[in-house]
């Protein structure tokens, strides 16, 4: 990666937190997010989080790394977050992320949160840092020791501070890594140079992705099946938290019957070579609707 990160110290802040929506993340096993509700959904106005493996930074590079999108409630001080999994942490355990602003979004102004919500419900906020678009990323390093052999729910935040229009935020890599990096700023005209943990460190844990949710598997699998490849050969582009109003999951159709209904669930876009498809699922994965794009 070739992002030039400042260090979390430089642009921690405080602040109370708004009522926010939420969705689930790296889901897994049933796991409810904080103060349960219905996931969100990719309208503009409810706000969304979305995975890319594309991104455009506000520093004009596109990288090739996995990459939440997030986008809040679009009113004043638009909030969003979203859950992991329970996850217990270990010795020498830091929270890692590169946050800012993406490219053409001049008026992005938010604050990103870690909280963390321990095993008897209380809820630990881990830092606020707040991010403008000003051609620079922010590097988060959270040392995690005092939570040493505790199981947590790490929770992401994001509230829109100004022009929630222009909120289009992202968390690079959002990871739990065994050792502390040093990080490495580049000039531009440098050959570029990893920043991330040398491959001499012992492999460490990852908070889960959003695409090894059983949705997302049953997608790929299903997709698989029924073009008669490996499951390997589809690659899971993005996936959207979504609310079906219908048996169908909205799918227009006429040879169906689709009463109405009330479905959380998942739109996920696939790959295979240059195809793409469309996936909508229900929570579980358990109904799978695909097609082409």
């Known amino acids: 990666m070739t992002v030039s990160p400042r260090t979390s110290g430089s642009r921690r802040t405080s602040g109370s937190r708004p009522p ?19 996931p969100t959904t990719s309208s503009q106005e409810d706000g969304s989080i979305n995975l890319t493996n594309r991104p455009v930074l506000e520093n004009g590079r596109q990288e090739n790394e996995f990459t939440l999108i997030t986008n809040p409630e679009q009113v004043s001080n638009g909030y969003i977050t979203g859950t992991y999994p329970v996850y217990k942490v270990n010795t020498g355990d830091h929270f890692l992320a590169d946050v800012g602003c993406l490219e053409n979004n001049q008026g992005c102004d938010v604050t990103f949160y870690l909280d963390g919500i321990l095993g008897d419900g209380r809820v630990l906020s881990l830092g606020a840092w707040n991010e403008s678009y000003d051609g620079r990323i922010t590097r988060i390093d959270v040392d995690l020791s005092s939570l040493n052999g505790q199981n947590v729910r790490f929770v992401l935040g994001l509230r829109a501070n100004s022009r929630p229009g ?3 935020a992202f968390w690079l890599v959002p990871s739990i890594r065994a050792n502390k990096p040093t990080p490495t700023s580049l000039p531009p005209t440098l050959t570029p140079t990893p920043t991330r943990p040398a491959p001499t460190f012992t492999p460490t844990p990852t908070l889960p992705s959003v695409t090894d949710s059983p949705a997302a598997d049953a997608a790929r699998r299903t997709l698989a099946a029924a073009l008669g490849i490996e499951p390997s050969q589809v690659i899971v582009r993005s996936i959207e938290a979504r609310h079906w109003t219908d048996s169908c999951f909205e ?32 929570f579980d994965g358990s109904i799978v609707f695909w097609f082409p794009q």
């Open 20 to 38: 926010p929506a939420r969705v689930r993340l790296g889901l897994a096993g049933g796991d409810d997010p904080v103060g349960r509700s219905r």
């Open 166 to 168: 222009k909120a289009n």
């Open 251 to 282: 799918i227009a159709t006429t040879d169906q019957n689709c009463p109405p209904a009330s479905v959380d669930g998942f739109r996920i876009v696939m790959s295979v070579n240059t195809t793409f498809y469309e996936a909508r699922t229900n």
